[in-house]
Each structure stands twice: as structure tokens, then as C-alpha cells.
């Protein structure tokens, strides 16, 4: 059983060491959350267990009653003793909510020996799945006034994150959100279908760049991931040529 803690207390130097990795440097999105990290200090224990904190200046009333912020920034280091996972949440007003976990057990074991670490922090477009290293669906898509997101799906893991090349941040994307506003644009109304979003990376082929595009964007005035001034620029759907339909006709 864990001792009771006093608080506020200073980041513990592995808990400093590991927010900072899945919020890198060299990425700016990724700076405001640095330095918030470098200047606040852990105020209480977050509402979900062993390993969750919360960081805020000394004068601010910690609020756990508000619905738990989404995931900002998430990265897994793998040991010999297990898996440690590092969550840092959204920004909630004057403070910032993160777990490190073992994922394997209850005590974060020592990184040493360390066998390898990942983090969609640092993923970029046209790279392997930083969880699996397997291959993606990416989804190019672009604001009116020229802005780049890139849309990465992994069957594999079952997960989603939208990359923004302004900020270069990678914002994970809740599956079942996102797959609800998927059915909605595609007027799937079969329950079995529309209700079972772990079918979305078994069917992802029937599905379009553009419909998958149109899913985010939905999504995304719902819940903002990314915020822009403009819209993004949803093409139409090509619709079969008239020869083309009565081609598949003569076919089937």
C-alpha cells in the first residue's frame, strides 16, 4: 500500500524526465506544456488511482469534478520489468493532469534495463506505427488557407491521431467519437454497424479519404483537436461515370 503524500510537492526527477519525453522540444505545440511542466508543481492526486497527479500553480483550486480532460500526449517506455505508460492529459484552466503507470503491475519499475520506448509525439507522416511498426492509412488533408493535417489510422493497435504540421503536435482521436461521426456522415443506420466501432479498421477499405475527412472534421467542431481559423477543404465524391456503373452491372 503507498504512503500517503503531502502536497504540493516537486516532480520526482523520473516524472519530470519522462513528461518531458512525450513532449518534445523540438515540436512547438509541445513547448507550452515544457514549460509548464518546468514551473508548477504537483498540487494534488488526480481521481483515477496510483500514478495520477495533477500540476498547477500554488494559488489555484483544484478541480476534480470536471469531466477528465482528453489525452494531449502519450508515449510507453518497455523494460525488462514491464511497461510503463506516460499520459499527460489536456490543459484544464490553471492546471494539467498526468498517470505514469505500470502497465504491467502497480509499482513503476526502474527503466533499467530499458528495451525500447515509443511515443506518438514524435510520429511523422509517412512513418510506421510508432506503437506496432506497422503500416498506416494516412488521410493528406488541407484548410482553406493551407494548412496540413494528416489523418493516421492503425488497424493493428486500433488507434487514431490526427498530425498537425503547424504545431507538430500528433492529437490522439477517441475511436468511438470519431467512428460515430463517421456513420452519421456515411447514413449507416444498421445497428450492428453503427454501434460496433471496432469494425471501423475491419471495413476501413470501404471507406473513402473524403468520408474519412469529412468524419474528423466533424469530430473535430464537436470536440476540438486543432484549432483553425478556416475550414477544411472536403472534396466531393467522384460518382461512377455512366459507362462505368453499366460496366459493373454487365459484370455482376
Known sequence: MALEESFPRDLKALERDLLLWVLPADRPGYNEYRSLVASWRVAAAGRRGEGNYILAPGDWKIDNESPLPQI????????AEGKIAITVRERLGSQLEFEIVNLDGEQVPSLVPEKRRWTFSTWLPQSQCP??????????????????????????????????EKSGVNHPIPLTNFYNELM????????????????????????????LSKAFASYNRLKTK??????LQITRERKPSLFRRLRSRIQN
Open 226 to 231: 486543432v484549432v483553425f481559423e478556416d475550414q
Open 131 to 164: 506503437s506496432c511498426l506497422g503500416s498506416l492509412r494516412e488521410v493528406g488533408m488541407l484548410t482553406e488557407g493551407g494548412r496540413k493535417l494528416v489523418l493516421a489510422l492503425c488497424g493493428r493497435d486500433g488507434r487514431i491521431w490526427v498530425y498537425d
Open 72 to 79: 494531449f500526449a502519450y508515449g510507453v517506455v518497455e523494460t
Open 184 to 211: 452519421l456522415n456515411a447514413n449507416v443506420r444498421d445497428p450492428g454497424v453503427a454501434l460496433n466501432s471496432k469494425r471501423l479498421f475491419d471495413d476501413l477499405n470501404n471507406y473513402s479519404d473524403v468520408m
